[in-house]
Nanobody, 127 residues
Framework: QVQLVESGGGLVQPGGSLRLSCAASGFTSDYYAIGWFRQAPGKEREGVSCISTTDGSTYYADSVKGRFTISRDNAKNTGYLQMNSLKPADTAVYCC????????????????????WGQGTQVTVSS
């Protein structure tokens, strides 16, 4: 089992930036993708972005393309989500997750492919 801890959330004004981190510990050699998901009150969980730990391929939801960048540092077992040009619609609890299933990158937009989850970090975009 992989343990995940997110950090970097907070309150930011529209147009601002935040960088989320996801530190993994435990059986860190046993996952093939890191994903970021978000859930706002009253809304369904949304796949924001994911990255393959094997070939570095990435996926972004249409709502964040061009504004968010996902990356990972395999040596540090840490994933990152750089969020720029933030909008009030980006307000949500953001969770990172890892998948022990090897699959094409687009598959990882589905949260059911992820078995280990962090506790989440709140991102609030407001003036």
């Amino acid at each position: 089992q992989v343990q995940l801890v997110e950090s970097g959330g907070g309150l930011v004004q529209p147009g601002g930036s935040l960088r989320l981190s996801c530190a993994a510990s435990g059986f860190t050699s046993d996952y093939y993708a890191i994903g970021w998901f978000r859930q706002a009150p009253g809304k369904e969980r949304e796949g924001v972005s994911c990255i393959s730990t094997t070939d570095g391929s990435t996926y972004y939801a249409d709502s964040v393309k061009g504004r968010f960048t996902i990356s990972r540092d395999n040596a540090k077992n840490t994933g990152y989500l750089q969020m720029n040009s933030l909008k009030p619609a980006d307000t949500a609890v953001y969770c990172c997750a890892t998948s022990a299933i090897r699959a094409p990158i687009l598959v990882y937009s589905d949260y059911t492919f992820f078995g280990s989850w962090g506790q989440g970090t709140q991102v609030t975009v407001s003036s």
